[in-house]
């Protein structure tokens, strides 16, 4: 044990002066990354006792149907929107699905992106209460410069839009633990944006977090850029300020897709998260039953500003870290990150609310895009509403082969987008291209053979129909 202990301090001390000399980070980025580091080699990962997890009380996690209705009076609506800052995450690109730049900047419906739409619902808010609701977007250095160019196309909108970088943190080198730029990787592979558990030291040390109480400002509400879901709610807010909640986590129903999501627990009399990867190997298929564990962190995120400067500064946020092995030119590497929602064990009177699922409509992939530019859904003021006409309270499961993949394919595969209101399930695997004005009712199931392209005629209705491997066989009938 001695030994182990002294070859840690070993490793930190090289790892230190290594540090020392990046001078492409700032020296509270340095202490920040070193901080981490020194965290995650001391072991102090917090061990989960199983048996005193309890399932939270409607007084931690308050259902949202119980929430009260605030006040009419415009006055008063403004007087509460001015307290709120609105915080977007927008660190990601958009590679997974084929584009490159922000993940933010993809267009999600009618030529809109998720940042139009984002400033669509923040000014419409500013316009008709008369309040000054700002857009803070945090950015990593992987999207920084593209956002800069981007949101200059808003400078004559009713918002006021603030940017700034989560740190910049060197990736470790698995072998000997040093910094993988100080071993001449300097471009953008050297480094690495250790996650949104980020964004409260990077909201202190930007300046923002000071700007913002001194205007006033006591709660931030952060949530990814590409849940279409996260719109700001006036019940949610006013509640908070009420019951001065200092942190408020959004969680909802779990399905059987969201099994693996993080979940909302009591322990030892405090509000916590709880990952799959704290959850002991025996409780794993109990972690994800919805029976036991039936709700899920939707990352929508309520916090009280002035909390947040008080922690950081006191240096208390300890959330997890989150191991993540990556290789980098045949080198394998390391990056140690923290999640936003772990944080909520370290504020006063925190809470979780359940809301309805449609505060969670994230696009993670071009399945996800279906569902968004289908007729399921319209767009009203930059807010995205699903349609009432499906009654299914679920979304269709949408299963998009790999030719799917890149938005581009995506797209040029539709001449129009389907009409799903009646479909539960897709599955389409192979080349296989859609005419326009087709209907998917109930489950079906679209396989082309391999090398044959299957084109689905323009008009057809297919109701849980598994079109054949078979390609003489007309899909229309």
Known sequence: MAAAVVASEEKLANLRSAVAGLNQISEKEKTGFINLVSRYLSGEAQQIEWSKIQT????VVVPYESLATPSEDLTEMKKLLDKLVVLK????LGTTMGCTGPKSVIEVRNGLTFLDLIVIQIESLNGKYGCKVPLLLMNSFNTHDDTQKIVEKYSNSNIEIHTFNQSQ????VTEDFLPLPSKGNTGKDGWYPPGHGDVFPSLLNSGKLDALL???KEYVFVANSDNLGAVVDLKILSHLVNHQNEYCMEVTPKTL????????????????????AQVPDEHVDEFKSIEKFKIFNTNNL??????IKQLVEADALKMEIIPNPKEVDGVKVLQLETAAGAAIRFFDNAIGINVPRSRFLPV????????????????VDGFVIRNEARTNPANPTIELGPEFKKVGNFLSR????????????????????FGANITLKGNVTIAAKSGVKLEIPDGVVLENKKLPLDQSVYVGE
Not at 169 to 172: D, E, G, I, S, V
Not at 257 to 272: N, W
Not at 418 to 433: A, C, F, Y
């Open 414 to 433: 539709f001449k129009s987008i389907p009409s799903i209101i009646e479909l539960d399930s897709l599955k389409v695997t192979g080349d296989v291209w």
């Open 257 to 276: 897709a969201d099994v693996k999501g993080g979940t909302l627990i009591s322990y030892e009399g405090r509000a916590q998260l709880l990952e799959i």
């Open 89 to 92: 995450l927008n660190g990601g």
């Open 169 to 172: 943190y060197p990736r470790l």
């Open 56 to 59: 939270p009380t409607d007084e």
């Open 364 to 379: 993670k992939a071009t399945s996800d895009l279906l569902l968004v530019q289908s007729d399921l859904y319209t767009v």
């Open 302 to 307: 309520w916090v009280n500003l002035k909390a």
């Open 214 to 216: 001194s205007q006033g």
